[in-house]
């Protein structure tokens, strides 16, 4: 089976560091996904990890433990325009499993 | 750069109508995904396709079909509709030997079934 678990809500401040934690079971498993959606369009692509370890894009990092089926999106310096769901996905043979999203309020 | 296009972008059709949803892939993509997002939900994968085969199969329901095309676009068919079926149909599409198969996704289309 699979199952991918995330918190629902965060809350953080404008110009904070907040970081997203994601759990995930799956067979099959090819990698793992973030991706950012603002209500009502599509999801956008954001990082990629297949390998342990960390993975820094600019204000967004990305972090892999497959041993421990773990992930985390850490996002810095936070702006208000990153208001929005963060959906962690696990690559699955020729699919993605996507988990509920968390939704990110940013306060001012 | 090209991105995934959906066609149309918005959709209202009555119960037991017919619809065909467009998806056109980044060029050079040779895979697509079909997914649908009802309100508050998370996308789930409905179908995709590579290299014109269907590749992997999800939660589409026995009403809908789709196809991918020798252009590589895409048309997903949605018989029978049901209220149940107003959702978002988000495209995306991948290239597959990239390392990554990282998919991208359209803007989407929003169904409404009255």
């Known amino acids: 089976g699979q199952n991918i678990d995330q918190p629902t809500e965060m809350t953080a401040t404008e110009g904070a560091i907040v970081q997203i934690n994601c759990t995930y079971q799956?067979?099959?498993?090819?990698?793992l996904f973030w991706y950012q959606q603002h209500a009502g369009e599509a999801p956008t692509f954001l990082s990629y990890?297949?390998?342990?370890g960390l993975e820094e894009k600019g204000r967004f990092s990305s972090f892999l433990s497959r041993s421990k089926g773990y992930s985390y999106l850490l996002l810095k310096e936070l702006q208000m325009k990153d208001s929005a769901s963060y959906l962690c996905?696990?690559?699955?043979?020729?699919?993605?499993?996507f988990g509920k999203g968390t939704r990110l309020h940013i306060l001012p | 750069a090209a991105g995934v296009i959906q066609s149309p972008r918005h959709l209202i059709k009555e119960k037991r109508e017919t619809a065909t949803l467009k998806c056109y892939p980044i060029?050079?993509?040779?895979?697509v995904y079909w997914y649908q997002q009802g309100p508050g939900q998370d996308p789930q994968f409905l179908i995709s396709?590579?290299?014109?085969?269907?590749?992997d199969k999800g939660s589409i329901p026995d009403r809908f079909s789709a196809q991918q095309f020798s252009d590589y676009h895409s048309e997903l068919n949605m018989s029978s509709l049901e209220l149940g079926d107003s959702a978002l149909y988000f495209c995306?599409?991948?290239?597959?030997?990239?390392?990554?198969?990282?998919?991208?996704f359209g803007p989407g289309t929003r169904l409404t079934v009255l």
């Open positions: 060029p050079r993509h040779d895979t």
């Open positions: 396709f590579y290299e014109k085969m269907q590749s």
């Open positions: 799956t067979s099959g498993f090819n990698g």
């Open positions: 995306a599409s991948s290239f597959r030997y990239a390392g990554t198969d990282t998919q991208y």
């Open positions: 990890n297949v390998l342990d």
């Open positions: 996905a696990a690559g699955r043979d020729d699919k993605i499993i």
